[in-house]
């Protein structure tokens, strides 16, 4: 399976990487705050990812990584 990796210390929740992702099941937010206090997004269910590397991309904090299933 794809692999998403969330670092969920430099998430500031701007959302960018859920709303870009083309999946709309994959990332979500947590419910406890990081130590920015921001409810960091974390991959929840990454049967459906494709591996496109749009959140990454997306993300202004460089918090994710992406790593296709080979
Ligand atoms: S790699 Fe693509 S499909 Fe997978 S979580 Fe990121 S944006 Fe969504
Ligand atoms: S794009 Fe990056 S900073 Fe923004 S919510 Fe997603 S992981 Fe957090």
């Not at 430099?10 to 979500?28: D, G, S």
């Not at 990081?34 to 749009?54: F, R, S």
Request: glycine fraction near 4%; hydrophobic fraction near 35%.
């Amino acid at each position: 399976m794809n692999r998403v990796t969330v670092d969920r210390e430099m998430c500031k929740e701007c959302e960018y990487c859920m709303t870009f992702c083309p999946k709309k099941t994959i990332l979500a937010k947590s419910s406890t705050v990081n130590k920015k206090g921001y409810y960091a997004v974390e991959a929840v269910d990454l049967k459906d990812c494709i591996a496109c590397g749009i959140c990454a991309t997306v993300c202004p904090e460089g918090a994710i990584m992406v790593e296709k299933d080979v």
